[in-house]
Every structure is written in C-alpha cells, then in structure tokens.
C-alpha cells in the first residue's frame, strides 16, 4: 500500500514550493520500508520506486533546497537508520548457519551487497546532509553515540563499496562535530581491541586506519595520554594479527605519523615491534623490516641510542635467516643513508653485536645474492673504522676458538663415556 502511494506521488520539481518539503518529507517516510533483495523477481516494481525516489530526495538535497527543521532532520535520520542498520550478510554469516560456502561467489571473492542500488543512494543521503550547512547543534543531537557505534558495526561489512561510503561520512562527522571527536575516537579503540583479542576479524581495519592517519596528523603537542595509550594499547598491537599483511600499509603509515608528530614515541613502537617479530611468518618479518626502515628515517639520536641494543640484535638474527629474502630485506638496510649516519655514531657498540651474524653469512649462507650484500656491508664497516673492524674479526676468531674447544672437549668426553660403556654392552649381549 505506501510503495504504491510512493509510485504515484508527484515529482518534487513538480509539486508547488509551499508543498515541497511537506512532500519530500512524506517520500522519506516511504523510504523506510526495506525490500528483500535476495530474490530478484520480488516486488520489481516497488523497488524502482524506491530508487527512483531515493534518487531524486539525493538531488533535491545536493541542490541544497531543503530547508531543515528538527522535524526533517529526525526523517532522514529515521530513513537512514531504517535502510543501513542490518544483520550484515557475507561468508561469515553464511557459516554461522552452517554452510561453508556461498553460491557463485569464490573464496577470496568478497560478498557483495545485494541491496546496494538502495543503499547506495541512502548512503549519498547521509553524506549530502553531513555535508550541508546545518547548524551543528540540531545535526548533533541526530548523531547520538548509538548511531555513531551503528555506524562502526557496519564497518564489518563485506562490500568494499559500503566500507567506502562509511570512512568518507565517518570522517567528515569527525571533522563537523568536535563534540563527538573524543568519541569516535575511543569507539575506533574498542573495535581494535575487540579484533585483536577476541574475534581476530574485522573487515574495516584498513578503512578505520586510513581515518586515523590523518586524524593523527591534527594531534596537537605535547600529545595527550590518551592518545600515548592509543598507540601503545591498540595500534602496536595490531601488528600480531596474523592477517595483519591486509592493512599493514595504512598502520605502518600511522606509526609513521605518530613518529613523525612526536618523535619520542619512535621508542615505543621499535620495542613493540621487535616484541611481536614473526618468527616462522617471512612474509610478515619482511613487512616489518619496511616499518622499521620507515621509522629509522625519523628517528631521533636521543631515541636511537634507546633502542640500537634491541633493534641490532634482531637485525642479526634476520641477516642470518635462511629465507634469502628476509636476509636481503634486512641487509638492504644498509642503503639508508639515515640509518648509516646512526650506526657510523655508535659503530662501537652495533658492529659487535651484527659482526658474528655477518661473518656467518658470508661463509655460510646459500643464496650468492645474500652472500654479496653481506660482503658489501662488511666492506662499509672496514672502510668506516678499520681498527674497529680488525678488533671485531680478531674476538670472533677467539670466541669460535673457544667454542671448538668447548665442542673437541664435549665430543672427548662422550668418547671416553661411551668407551667405559663397551664392556657392559658386550656382557648383556
């Protein structure tokens, strides 16, 4: 009954301007009803009028002829509540009703939104009203701290379309209303927490780093505690998730921002880092290495001299890996110029501590291509401080000295172990 009243109510452009609002008001009331679009065939003709209607409510509001009362406010808050909140569909709802896979659609193929062409046009609903110029005040109370939570729920979505949408309308929200800022804020927290030490899926993640890396570039300084606990609590963490190749990219360049804002934190996230460092993932180890490098060249002396123990011991793990790749990442380092400048200042302190795994890889390592790099890093080291170098080489020699002969006296004794066993054996034979 109401979509027919909606097929046949008049175009707005035709209506008489003392009717418009009152019409377009009436078309958003009609919008609420939602269609089943899981069978193409259903109710053809009511779901064109929706478009079509839905269609023309956009273009009426990006004209900017609405004229905007408490009153249409609550309607199209009402509309666009009714048509995006929803039991979002997908793989993972296709598996909680038992079925491993969804009909047509490959596995690495995300579920695309079957009610999109309404959705969309809802979407450009909200974001044409977020972006219009009505007073903060009345929009505000629209935006309650319910409807921003529905709001990031939806991020979970399969669409990358709708994901889209979201991170544009939830951004300009952000930048519209500084009331709602803190909020946002520790809203995005908690999404973070719940994906790293609960559910360990979120389909948004990147989308929600994306508004973080420029919402981190307005932090005023001195940073404020709870924005030290945001990236301590939330942001290093994500770097364990398994999947977190996904949306390294985007938290690599928060981490970065945050560097760069306030260069003490580059302590924290190098210590965060090397305590979540894949040890079997290679893949993953390598996007850590570019992180690493990215920080290196923002890092102050101050903070570098905090972290160089740490950070050169794993870096010679990683030189002596078997997986050639990871070794040629981490001697790639090598060709950044900032980092060279930090290990030329403190060469007395890194080149023992990298000397024995460079030493290893220059003899030992299968992979000529790692055996060259490593030769090329030693080279630069000689030429930085010879005297330290021959020093070096010299108590490397004397500790592989003293573990083979900690190795000869272990094998000694093991012989004249099994020579008193002898005997024994050939009486119980």
Not at 155 to 163: A, Q
Not at 254 to 270: R, Y
Request: charged share 25%; net charge neutral.
């Amino acid at each position: 009954m109401e979509t027919t009243k909606l097929a046949e109510l008049p175009a707005l452009a035709d209506a008489p301007p003392s009717e418009r609002m009152k019409l377009f008001r009436q078309k958003l009331r009609l919008c609420c009803v939602v269609y089943d679009f899981s069978d193409a065939r259903k109710q053809v003709r009511e779901k064109d009028a929706k478009r079509l209607a839905l269609l023309e409510l956009v273009q009426h509001l990006s004209d900017g002829k609405v004229a905007w009362s408490p009153q249409v406010v609550d309607d199209l808050m009402t509309c666009v509540e009714a048509n995006i909140n929803r039991p979002l569909g997908g793989k993972r709802a296709a598996k909680a009703t038992g079925k491993d896979k969804i009909e047509g659609v490959d596995e690495d193929e995300p579920v695309l939104e079957e009610a999109w062409p309404h959705l969309q046009l809802v979407y450009e609903l909200l974001y044409r009203f977020v972006l219009a110029k009505v007073d903060p005040k009345t929009a505000k109370d629209y935006f309650s701290k319910r409807f921003m939570l529905q709001l990031l729920n939806l991020f979970d979505s399969e669409d990358p379309r709708e994901r889209d949408y979201l991170k544009t309308i939830l951004h300009r929200i952000y930048g519209n209303f500084m009331a709602l800022r803190s909020f946002i804020r520790r809203s995005i927290n908690n999404v973070f927490f719940t994906f790293i030490y609960e559910t360990g899926h979120f389909n948004g993640v990147v989308e929600l780093l994306q508004i973080l890396g420029s919402i981190i570039n307005g932090f005023a300084l001195p940073l404020k505690t709870e924005h030290q606990k945001f990236l301590e609590k939330a942001l290093i963490p994500l770097h364990k998730a398994t999947n977190v190749a996904q949306y390294h990219q985007e938290l690599a360049y928060c981490t970065a921002q945050f560097v760069e804002k306030d260069p003490t934190t580059a302590t924290p996230i190098i210590l965060g880092l090397l305590r979540f460092w894949p040890v079997t993932a290679s893949a993953k180890e390598i996007l850590f290495l570019n992180e690493l490098e990215e920080i290196i060249e923002l890092i102050q002396p101050e903070q570098f001299a905090q972290v160089m123990r740490p950070l050169f011991l794993q870096i010679g793990r990683s030189i002596t890996s078997p997986h050639f790749q990871v070794s040629q990442r981490a001697l790639y380092l090598w060709n950044n110029e900032s980092l060279v400048n930090l290990v030329a200042v403190h060469r007395v302190e890194i080149l023992p501590m990298i000397f024995g795994s460079l030493y290893h890889n220059c003899d030992n390592h299968w992979h000529v291509t790692v055996q060259s790099l490593t030769f090329n890093v030693l080279k630069l080291f000689m030429e930085m401080d010879s005297q330290l170098f021959d020093q070096c080489s010299a108590q490397l020699v004397e500790r592989e000295g003293k573990k083979q002969q900690v190795s000869d006296e272990r094998r000694r004794r093991w012989q004249q172990l099994e020579a008193r066993v002898q005997p024994y054996r050939q009486q119980v034979r």
